[in-house]
T-cell receptor, first 116, second 118 residues
Framework: GAVVSQHPSWVICKSGTSVKIECRSL??????MFWYRQFPKQSLMLMAT?????????EQGVEKDKFLINHASLTLSTLTVTSAHPEDSSFYIC????????????FGPGTRLTVL | AQKITQTQPGMFVQEKEAVTLDCTYD???????LFWYKQPSSGEMIFLIY??????QNATEGRYSLNFQKARKSANLVISASQLGDSAMYFC???????????????FGKGTHLIIQP
């Protein structure tokens, strides 16, 4: 099946710093990637949709200036959390959509961000 | 109103028994897709099964089957012959093809924590 990787798998940073998370589709091209956030013991919430070569589409309530998304190629999307604060601590998961089988979305393993 | 409702926050099931995880959904789109994912403690999201709104037959994937009742807007997951390794969080999700947010991004339910007991 299609494989999606994320890097790093976990990161701890100081408040005020920026953190970049990479999402890669390893064996397929993904024109669309999605970024989700999951707080402890809660569900996944869609943050934004990332389309290769165009600006990301953000969900209501998600600050586009704080969560910068770049989808520079068909296999890579990045999420940068700018000036991170403790309330940004969460599990960030990306997914890549393939239309090959049932429009399935393949998820990355997630990145656990802890902001001190 | 919630788009995806999972009414069972937690379930305990004896090993080898069948288990049904409930999911109801709310959409006015004529075309949509329903998904079930398993999330073990490691956090990864594992795709289990998919049902398209126009699919005539219930989806099946090995021990997983989806009981799709379109008129009732329900998409329950059935796991047959449960195993200890099935213990995890299970999320029901929906993709709305016309009005869904984020151009096909998924809307998730709150999940059901399934624990299989030996």
């Amino acid at each position: 099946g299609a494989v999606v990787s994320q890097h790093p798998s976990w990161v701890i940073c100081k408040s005020g710093t920026s953190v970049k998370i990479e999402c890669r589709s390893l064996d397929f091209q993904a024109t669309t990637m999605f970024w989700y956030r999951q707080f402890p013991k809660q569900s996944l919430m869609l943050m934004a949709t990332s389309n290769e070569g165009s600006k990301a589409t953000y969900e209501q309530g998600v600050e586009k200036d704080k969560f910068l998304i770049n989808h520079a190629s068909l296999t890579l999307s990045t999420l940068t959390v700018t000036s991170a604060h403790p309330e940004d601590s969460s599990f960030y998961i990306c997914s890549a959509r393939t239309v090959v089988v049932n429009d399935e979305q393949f998820f990355g393993p997630g990145t656990r961000l802890t902001v001190l | 109103a919630q788009k995806i409702t999972q009414t069972q926050p937690g379930m305990f099931v004896q090993e080898k028994e069948a288990v049904t995880l409930d999911c109801t959904y709310d959409t006015s789109d004529p075309s949509y897709g329903l998904f079930w994912y398993k999330q073990p403690s490691s956090g990864e999201m594992i795709f289990l099964i998919y049902q398209g709104s126009y699919d005539q037959q219930n989806a099946t994937e090995g021990r997983y089957s989806l009981n799709f009742q379109k008129a009732r807007k329900s998409a329950n997951l059935v796991i047959s012959a449960s195993q200890l390794g099935d213990s995890a969080m299970y999320f029901c999700a929906m993709r709305e093809d016309y009005s869904g947010g984020g151009a096909d991004g998924l809307t998730f339910g709150k999940g059901t924590h399934l624990i299989i007991q030996p």
